[in-house]
């Protein structure tokens, strides 16, 4: 494709686990929520081994069922304000603040989608002063505990002009890769965030251990 090609590479990047180094939060937050029904704490490399979408599945290889609604409900409630709560003292993944200003001055673009509620999303992302990267910011919109597919569909329809052929999506966990997927686009997964090496694998496309990884295999996706 050529220099041409490459400034088309669009890039979606993942919030949580990914551009955001979050993990204790969740995992924090997590064991919050199994403290409401008596579940033990897990650790992070539990988390990681265990962890799926919709987040009610992953409950349920912990609890041995599907928790109740209003078990879900509670549990939810309580992720979330323990996240926010702790949220405020994650910083963002190693080098990643270099990674999307080099992309943007080299005259490409990149958007974020994540499953995080939008309206926290939006001021969150402000705060750690990368927002003039993207040329979009999508949170998630509607109930929580769902899969990014549909989000990505929304998102792809709302980045005016950008084939899915020309789009990198960069996250840390299966879902994102089965999005990219469900629209046609390629994938790249982290193995920093919240899914371990081996079950990120599972997905068939590129596993890194690096952002800069990331962005490089990107690249040569571009040509």
């Known amino acids: ?36 029904v008596g579940l033990e704490p897990i650790t992070i490399e539990q988390y990681r081994e ?38 405020v003292a994650c910083g963002l993944t190693e080098g990643a603040e270099e990674l999307l200003a080099q992309w943007r001055l080299a005259g490409r673009s990149q958007s974020l989608l994540s499953m995080y509620g939008h309206d926290q999303l939006v001021p969150v992302v402000r705060g750690y002063g990368i927002e003039q990267h993207f040329t979009r910011v999508d ?28 789009m990198v999506i960069i996250g840390d966990a299966v879902d994102d890769a089965v999005a990219a997927a469900h629209v046609g686009a390629a994938a790249v997964l982290y193995t920093g965030g919240s899914h371990s090496r081996v079950s990120l694998e599972a997905a068939g496309v ?11 295999l990107a690249e040569q996706m571009a040509g």
């Not at 050529?2 to 997590?30: E, Q």
């Not at 290889?61 to 599907?66: A, E, Q, S, T």
């Not at 998630?140 to 929304?154: D, F, L, V, Y």
């Open 50 to 87: 265990m962890y799926c979408v919709p987040i009610p599945r992953f409950y349920e290889r912990l609890m041995g069922r599907l928790p109740t609604d209003a078990e879900w409900e509670r549990m939810d409630g309580i992720f979330h304000r323990y996240y926010t709560e702790q949220r």
């Open 206 to 216: 590129p596993v890194v251990d690096s952002l800069v990884e990331a962005v490089a």
């Open 139 to 166: 949170g998630r919109t509607g109930p929580s505990g769902g899969s990014k597919a549909q989000h990505m569909e929304r998102h792809l329809a709302a980045l005016d002009g950008i084939a899915p052929e020309h």
């Open 1 to 36: 494709m050529g220099t041409k090609g490459k400034h088309r590479m669009h890039l979606v990047w993942d919030w949580n686990g990914t551009l955001l180094d979050d993990n204790a939060a969740v995992v924090g937050a997590t064991n919050a929520a199994f403290a409401e």
